[in-house]
Structure formats: C-alpha cells, structure tokens
C-alpha cells in the first residue's frame, strides 16, 4: 500500500484502565512519502503507537529523529 498524508488510518484501542490510546497499524505499508515519516514521528512523539511498522520506515523515522536533533544542537 503506497501512503500519504491523506491515507493515513487510525485504530483506537481501550486498555483495562478506562483510558484511550491511538494506534497506528502500518502492517501494509509499503511505500511512504517523506512527509508522513514525519507525521509518524511526530505522532509517536505525542503518544500514538505504531504497530507492525516496516523496518526502513522505523529506520527513516530515526533517522528524521537524530537530523532534527542535530539541527537543533547547531542553533
């Protein structure tokens, strides 16, 4: 599955505790668009889970991770 920013799906899971959660299922991904390994980034960075995430896109998001904070250690 080819995706961008306006294919992106969202799962909501409940844990026992009564709590909500958002989860990510990125089990047919197979083709990601530069903008959103930055909306994953930035999703998982404000709590939402990825799951089943293909290798090279956790690696791109890692990657995106340690340049932005490379960036900002030059500022």
Avoid at 14 to 24: G, T
Wanted: glycine residues 2%.
């Amino acid at each position: 599955m080819k995706t961008d920013t306006s294919h992106t799906t969202y799962r909501s899971s409940v844990p026992n505790d009564n709590s909500e959660r958002m989860i990510l299922d990125l089990h047919e991904v197979t083709l990601v668009h530069a903008d959103v390994i930055r909306f994953l980034s930035t999703s998982e960075e404000e709590g939402i889970t990825l799951v089943r995430c293909p290798p090279y896109v956790r690696e791109w998001i890692q990657r995106e991770r340690a340049e932005g904070e490379t960036q900002s250690d030059e500022e």
